[in-house]
């Protein structure tokens, strides 16, 4: 484990919701009808939680390739929009002989707010 912390910077679209939503089955018009969410106290749609997560787990992969993640706890203490620079990060906190444990985090790289932070354990 030479590398402590893995980060990247990715803009979501529209488009990448909706792709998200045929990939997944969610398609919960809070994440793929403008319309509809515009109504809603979002204002916009919102990105689906587990595709945020998906990029999260790529950055484990790069800290600690070929892991198997053992345990994850996240929460969205703020929605995450389409067409917004958001910072990935993924950092290693604690190690035992049979595990990792990491932090995760989303935020917006315009104000700073995090829409997404958590941990996770992966067995090395």
Same mark, same amino acid.
């Given at each position: 484990?030479? /590398? ?5 910077? /990715? ?7 909706? /792709? ?12 793929t009808d403008p319309d509809f969410?515009?109504?809603t106290r979002f204002g916009q ?11 999260? /787990? ?12 053992? !345990? ?11 067409? !917004? ?40």
């Amino acid at each position: 484990m030479s /590398r402590s912390e893995a980060t990247l910077v /990715r803009t979501f679209n529209q488009v990448d919701f909706d /792709r998200f939503a045929q990939l997944s089955g969610d398609d919960n018009p809070i994440h793929t009808d403008p319309d509809f969410s515009a109504r809603t106290r979002f204002g916009q749609t919102v990105a689906h939680g587990l595709l945020l997560c998906s990029v999260l /787990r790529g950055l484990v992969d790069r800290l600690l390739p070929g892991g198997r993640m053992l !345990e994850q706890s996240v929460m969205f203490p703020a929605p995450t929009f389409a067409d !917004e620079p958001m910072q990935f990060s993924a950092e290693l906190k604690q190690s035992a002989s049979s595990e990792v444990e990491l932090s995760l985090e989303v935020r917006r790289v315009n104000d700073g707010e995090i829409t997404c932070q958590g941990h996770c354990k992966v067995a090395p």
